[in-house]
């Protein structure tokens, strides 16, 4: 049984610059097809996004990446083994060195 990564798609899949149109999902990024192909040999991979289930599969399809895909949800799964983000912290099990890191965050497209 495969184990489930869960993937953000805007910032990470695509050229995602902070500037949301619901009804448009920017290009793919390069490199993210081979990326989810390889992954897809030995995880089922969930797509994690707040945009329109609907639009969110057309772009997929489109970009020709939709075969690689196990699910595309809202709902982050807590049984996921990895999430993959933009905008995500690591926890180390150290609260002082989250708390400087979330103050001094910010995505990597900024």
């Known amino acids: ?9 805007d910032g990470v899949l695509n050229m995602y610059n902070g500037h949301f149109n619901e009804n448009e999902i920017p290009e793919i990024r390069d490199g993210a097809k081979e ?4 992954l897809s040999k030995d995880y089922n991979i969930e ?18 990446i939709l075969e690689f895909i196990y699910d595309i949800t ?4 807590p ?16 609260f002082s060195s989250l708390i400087k ?3 001094t965050f910010c995505p990597y497209w900024k």
Request: charged content about 30%; hydrophobic content about 45%.
């Open 74 to 77: 809202n709902v982050k799964n």
């Open 101 to 103: 890191n979330i103050k």
């Open 47 to 64: 797509i994690f996004t707040t945009r329109n289930k609907k639009i969110a599969f057309l772009w997929l399809q489109k970009n020709e």
């Open 35 to 38: 990326f989810l192909k390889e």
């Open 79 to 94: 049984f996921t083994s990895v999430f993959i983000d933009d905008r995500a912290i690591k926890f180390e099990g150290n």
């Open 1 to 9: 049984m495969k184990k489930t990564i869960s993937i953000d798609l």
